[in-house]
């Protein structure tokens, strides 16, 4: 880095080989302190402190160094350049400060710029009379402080004076090309690509894996050189990586290592010692100008342009800044297909599309497969409206099958609409569209980008569920949740009772089919209330039973009142927020396992979110029936249940 040498040396040199940025002094009674000494400290200080800006923070301007042209106040023709008071660290991490504003006239400079160099004006506007010229900063540092010199017995004579201070000062200047900032550059790129990135529970497999992740950000060193031009480049998908949640926390490790060990090393300046050869400025402005020439009363247009300033914030504006908002990417049901009446005269499908001011032509024959397995190429054709013909987009689509298919009452089918066979309006495919909105759609292919969608014959159209990415439907794997059979999501049982507090022992039954058992509950959430009342209980707990990681252990309060028992009591586990792992699927949330696996549990209310699950406590000993309501005039002696004999029906 650059270092002050004095006006004129003396006969004995002070570079001894010495002087280095990592060293710094150790002082001690009785150590002569020389000139090394001195210019040792302050070189170590100065280098840490400009390393660790490079490393940690950055460059740009942090305050004001506004750009702005006006016309001459002297009605000359001629412009005003002006940069603001501010300040800024430069790409050496040398910061700097313009305490007072700065102008320039244009015109001097272009004819200093002609006279330096005959033509360059033509040379950069190519006949055409555009061009941009570049207003840059970066640290400057000049002698100051001139003090008397003493005799010297090697001393020339001639050096009576020598500067006593250095002053840190800065340089702005005109340029005709802007100065390459790769770091600026790859910092931005890697922020636009993290932003492509989409953290979800289930990947849908239409777009690049982890690898293509990846080695896009090892790409970022190779485009470096390149350049900004594309990094605000028009049509950038909103979303161009999926990753799932469970992993997300190892991709990101491996992203950001990726990006300190690989990527920075590549980049220049070098951090830890930047080239003298490099260039330490930072771009301030740009003019952008019609009509230039070696006369500036030719210009007609001029104004400024700060795209591509790089920025550095405080940071405490940094910490105020509120989270990047999510767009939420749940999937979105695509098309909705409703079979004719049986009372029609021959069978149809209508496949309606739901894409909001955007209506779709289909090209080809649409594949439909019964629960069988068997598959037809059934014709599409837009429904007219109004009485007017078929139309080219349409919302509405009617699929007609080949001759001699009849399908079967409750019969199951499912169509595929291939990407390249759904055109939306404007020329987009499916694939095409789900990269430029960020959208995922209900039961997508796991590779091509087919969506299927389900219905039963007859006018009973299925309620659509999220397909398993990994799984196409099959004849033996149905994708609908319509012919599963609810199972209880938990077992609960009495563990103690008192007036005071319930005492339950909660096993839950996450995966109610095979012989697996490496689903476990991680994070259970519990609420229950009073029945009668509907008065929510103090829910104590959940812990884990040791025997078995799906055994919980929760106590509630005792419903208020001088009679507790039986208390009934409705239990509510929230869905979202309770949590599963298992070897197999990571940690997911209930709500996400009930529909990727199509597990239907007793007492699921899809809307709400929830299982609900109702249980009935005894009185802790011998239960006691219910006094009668006032006015009955029943007794409260104990009734004799009825024996019953399974199979044979109420004995007499």
Known sequence: MTTTEPTTGPCVSLSTGTLSPDLRVNYSYGMVLGLDEFVQEQLYHQEKTYRHRRLLHGYGTSYGLQVSVDPAPDSSGDYVVTVGRGSGIDQWGREFTVPESQCLRLQDWLTAQEQAHPGIVEEHTEGSGAATIYVVASYAECLDGLVPLPGRPCGTGEQTQVASRVRDSWTVELRWDPPEMPRWDSDRRLGRLLASVAVVEQPQGTFPDEDALLAAVRALADIAPNGPGDIDEFGTPLVAYEIARWQAGRIWDEIFAIWVSEVRPRLEPDLITPSQSSDPAILLGALQMYGLSTDVNSI????????????????????????????????VELVTLVPSPPTASAFTIDAWFHLVDYAVTLHGPIQVTTETGATYAFTAAGKPSGGSESPTYANVWTLTPPPGFKPTAGQQLSARFESDAVVIGGGWTLNQWRDQRGVRFLNTAASGGAVLAYTTANGTTSTLLPEDAQNEPTAQDPPTAANITPTPFVTITDTGATAEQLDFELWFHPEPRGTRHDVIVQTPQVRAYDETTGDPLTVTGPTQDPRHGNIWHVTTDAPA????????????????????????????????????????????????????????????????????????????????????????????
Do not use: C
């Open 300 to 331: 007609y247009n001029m104004h400024v342009e700060v795209a591509g300033r790089p920025s550095l914030l405080n940071t405490q504006l940094i910490q105020e800044l509120p989270p990047p908002e999510r767009i939420d990417r749940e999937p």
């Open 561 to 652: 009142g001088d009679s507790p028992f039986p208390a009934y009591v409705r239990f509510v586990f929230p869905t979202e927020d309770f949590t599963l792992t298992g070897a197999a699927s990571g940690s997911t949330a209930l709500a996400s396992w009930i529909d990727s696996g199509a597990v239907e549990f007793t007492g699921w209310d899809r809307g709400e979110a929830s299982i609900v699950v109702f249980h009935r406590v005894p009185a802790p000993e011998t239960e006691k029936p219910d006094p009668a309501p006032a006015g009955r005039g029943t007794s409260r002696a104990k009734t004799a249940a009825p024996k019953t004999t399974s199979g044979r029906g109420q004995k007499r």
